[in-house]
């Protein structure tokens, strides 16, 4: 098995820990495009299964040398109609080497399959790991390009609950966990288990008692309040733009929105914050949520209402404009039968009196099954085979499931499946740090969630990991 990994965020103890796990049934390719550490660690190497390559730029690439330039064409055209590609523009925007524009922009990610095809070409490993689902577009195109030559992708996926990592084979919507060695599986499991049932208690509580802590620090942090524009001018007076917008995001939002009435059929659509993971690329088809929201009130019948919150992040951390602005509210607003609903409006309660929830892809979702509410999802496949849980396919699909919906689908049995499910779940999670599990706060995020990361390479390349085919 032929395992390749990026190496140029380790440091050299990592690097060196990589090396010494590594069994003898997986080459392990390890690749950079920093050439004083690939020098460093090609010279010392005296592993017949290991190996360090250099990763040249586009400018250190003959291209009259190459031999995969027949593959370059219907590549690039793949690259640049999946539309996820081009949406990445907003996230990156302004490339100082390439200069601004879309048209520039697409310059770039040819360099860049350019890249990625002449090394994978080269060394073609069996697989390939991203430490994250990729979402930025240097990782989205390496995937890509990958999937293209027949490479198979393996990267981390850290839900449906949240501290808990996994090892999946696919990075688009639908994926397949790999399976951990018992041993390993078995550890914490105790604090596992009470983890979850602490995490169901909390959801099944009140919105004070259910809401992250992540979500309540940001909002103590504002003050006690979504909005607070003195606390935005003291923290971002550097970007005094994205104060302005989001003020007047959060003012169109409030003029809009109603206090909704909920002895009404209804469906809830929660929003997702923008940019993230969650919605590029997780959203596959549905980043610009209009469309999903459209979609959700074409498949549902007249008499029943679609009721729409924004994420409280848009309003208590940074509002881009390039992923709200004040016409947005007002473009949702005017469609026939969809409302906003006022951003004070606790989540609990909206689930709670509603026919079924919508998202992308959040763990709203995962909260609804909880409080014994259906879920519609229109992203990533997070949760398989739940009663209770729809992805969207076609719109005639989900007609279906939202009529069945109507009719009513026993809580108690979602309740039940959810909670089965997450305890089977996490036997294939990544051992995790006794003190999280108990306190469910962590201090230094980045710090984990890397840690987390090496733990899982580790078990990946000793051997201790089964990919599913």
Same mark, same amino acid.
């Given at each position: 098995?032929?395992?390749?990994?990026?190496?140029?965020?380790?440091?050299?103890?990592?690097?060196?820990?990589?090396?010494? @796990?590594?069994?003898?049934?997986?080459?392990?390719?390890?690749?950079?495009?920093?050439?004083?550490?690939?020098?460093?660690?090609?010279?010392?190497?005296?592993?017949?299964?290991?190996?360090?390559?250099?990763?040249?730029?586009?400018?250190?690439?003959?291209?009259?040398?190459?031999? !995969?330039?027949?593959?370059?064409?219907?590549?690039?055209?793949?690259?640049?109609?999946?539309?996820?590609?081009?949406?990445?523009?907003? *996230?990156?925007?302004?490339?100082?080497?390439?200069?601004?524009?879309?048209?520039? %922009?697409?310059?770039?990610?040819?360099?860049?399959?350019?890249?990625?095809?002449? %090394?994978?070409?080269?060394?073609?490993?069996?697989?390939? #790991?991203?430490?994250?689902?990729?979402?930025?577009?240097?990782?989205?195109?390496?995937?890509?390009?990958?999937?293209?030559?027949?490479?198979?992708?393996?990267?981390?996926?850290?839900?449906?609950?949240?501290?808990? $990592?996994?090892?999946?084979?696919? $990075?688009?919507?639908?994926?397949?966990?790999?399976?951990?060695?018992?041993?390993?599986?078995?550890?914490?499991?105790?604090?596992?288990?009470?983890?979850?049932?602490?995490?169901?208690?909390?959801?099944?509580?009140?919105?004070?008692?259910?809401?992250? #802590? #992540?979500?309540?620090?940001?909002?103590?942090?504002?003050?006690?309040?979504?909005?607070?524009?003195?606390?935005?001018?003291?923290?971002?007076?550097? *970007? /005094?733009?994205?104060? %302005?917008?989001?003020?007047?995001?959060?003012?169109?939002?409030?003029?809009?929105?109603?206090?909704?009435?909920?002895?009404?059929?209804?469906?809830?659509?929660?929003?997702? #914050?923008?940019?993230?993971?969650?919605?590029?690329?997780?959203?596959?088809?549905?980043?610009?949520?209009?469309?999903?929201?459209?979609?959700?009130?074409?498949?549902?019948?007249?008499? !029943?209402?679609?009721?729409?919150?924004?994420?409280?992040?848009?309003?208590?951390? *940074?509002?881009?404009?390039?992923? *709200?602005?004040?016409? %947005?509210?007002?473009? !949702?607003?005017?469609?026939?039968?969809?409302?906003?609903?006022?951003?004070?409006?606790?989540?609990?309660?909206?689930?709670?009196?509603?026919?079924?929830?919508?998202?992308?892809?959040?763990? @709203?979702?995962?909260?609804?099954?909880?409080?014994?509410?259906?879920?519609?999802?229109?992203?990533?496949? /997070?949760?398989?085979?739940?009663?209770?849980?729809?992805?969207?396919?076609?719109?005639?699909? /989900?007609?279906?499931?939202?009529?069945?919906?109507?009719?009513? &689908?026993?809580?108690?049995?979602?309740?039940?499946?959810? &909670?089965?499910?997450?305890?089977?779940?996490?036997?294939?999670?990544?051992?995790?740090?006794?003190?999280?599990?108990?306190?469910?706060?962590?201090?230094?995020?980045?710090?984990?969630?890397?840690?987390?990361?090496?733990?899982? &390479?580790?078990?990946?390349?000793?051997?201790?990991?089964?990919?599913?085919?």
């Amino acid at each position: 098995m032929k395992i390749e990994i990026q190496i140029e965020t380790y440091d050299q103890k990592e690097i060196l820990s990589f090396i010494k @796990v590594c069994c003898k049934n997986v080459f392990l390719i390890m690749s950079t495009t920093n050439k004083e550490q690939y020098n460093q660690y090609k010279s010392n190497n005296t592993y017949e299964n290991i190996i360090f390559m250099y990763r040249n730029s586009y400018k250190e690439i003959h291209l009259d040398k190459l031999l !995969i330039l027949d593959k370059y064409s219907c590549l690039i055209n793949k690259v640049l109609n999946d539309e996820n590609t081009s949406l990445f523009y907003d *996230r990156h925007g302004l490339f100082k080497e390439y200069g601004s524009g879309i048209n520039n %922009f697409y310059r770039n990610i040819s360099n860049i399959v350019i890249e990625y095809l002449s %090394f994978y070409s080269e060394c073609m490993p069996d697989y390939i #790991y991203s430490k994250n689902i990729p979402h930025e577009i240097k990782a989205w195109i390496r995937c890509n390009v990958a999937e293209y030559l027949g490479i198979k992708v393996l990267t981390i996926e850290d839900r449906p609950l949240p501290y808990f $990592f996994y090892l999946v084979k696919g $990075f688009k919507k639908e994926r397949k966990i790999c399976i951990i060695d018992n041993s390993y599986c078995s550890e914490n499991l105790i604090e596992k288990n009470k983890y979850i049932d602490d995490y169901v208690y909390r959801t099944q509580s009140e919105y004070s008692i259910g809401i992250p #802590y #992540y979500e309540k620090d940001k909002i103590l942090k504002n003050g006690s309040k979504y909005y607070n524009l003195y606390a935005d001018l003291l923290s971002s007076w550097k *970007r /005094l733009d994205l104060v %302005f917008n989001k003020y007047i995001c959060y003012k169109t939002y409030q003029k809009i929105a109603i206090i909704p009435d909920l002895t009404i059929k209804y469906i809830i659509y929660f929003m997702h #914050y923008q940019p993230e993971q969650t919605s590029l690329p997780e959203a596959f088809g549905f980043t610009q949520q209009i469309i999903a929201i459209n979609t959700l009130r074409i498949a549902t019948p007249r008499n !029943i209402e679609i009721f729409v919150k924004e994420h409280p992040a848009t309003f208590t951390y *940074r509002c881009y404009p390039s992923q *709200r602005h004040p016409s %947005f509210y007002e473009d !949702i607003n005017i469609i026939d039968g969809v409302s906003l609903v006022n951003i004070d409006i606790d989540s609990y309660s909206l689930i709670d009196s509603s026919i079924a929830t919508a998202s992308l892809t959040g763990t @709203v979702g995962v909260e609804s099954l909880i409080r014994g509410k259906p879920v519609i999802y229109f992203g990533a496949q /997070l949760i398989n085979n739940q009663i209770g849980v729809h992805y969207f396919i076609s719109i005639k699909n /989900l007609r279906e499931f939202i009529n069945s919906c109507i009719i009513c &689908i026993n809580k108690e049995i979602i309740q039940k499946e959810i &909670i089965k499910y997450l305890k089977k779940s996490v036997e294939y999670s990544i051992p995790l740090n006794k003190k999280v599990l108990l306190n469910d706060r962590i201090n230094d995020t980045d710090r984990y969630c890397n840690d987390l990361k090496i733990k899982i &390479i580790k078990l990946l390349i000793s051997g201790k990991i089964q990919i599913p085919i």
